[in-house]
């Protein structure tokens, strides 16, 4: 089932990330390199100014970046906090 959501990453990586059906993510780097991942993967995330940086297993390096510009980054991350998905939120100091 094709959900078609898909979710823009900063513009420096050009990557997309879009969900293929309810558990898989693909992420298309410079529209040639392809990575899969599973929604199932996602340990937790990191709110910064533009989005959130998604990591999978625990890795130290993020798997993605979502943009919260784009439509579909709200769907993804209320999924991501129906999964009760760890986010640690952008601490701004004033």
């Known amino acids: 089932m094709h959900t078609g ?12 990330a ?18 899969h991942f599973r929604f199932s ?17 625990n890795q130290k390096k993020k798997a993605f970046f979502v943009d919260r510009m784009n439509a579909g980054a709200g769907l993804f991350m209320d999924r991501v906090q129906a999964a009760n998905i760890p986010i640690e ?6």
Not at 89 to 94: A, G, H, M, Y
């Open 5 to 16: 959501h898909a979710f823009w990453s900063n513009v420096n990586d050009w990557s997309i």
């Open 18 to 35: 879009r969900c293929v059906d309810q558990n898989n993510i693909i992420v298309t780097k410079c529209f040639i390199f392809k990575k």
């Open 41 to 57: 993967e996602i340990t937790h995330c990191i709110e910064k100014r533009g989005g959130w940086k998604i990591y999978i297993n």
């Open 89 to 94: 939120k952008l601490v701004r100091e004033e």
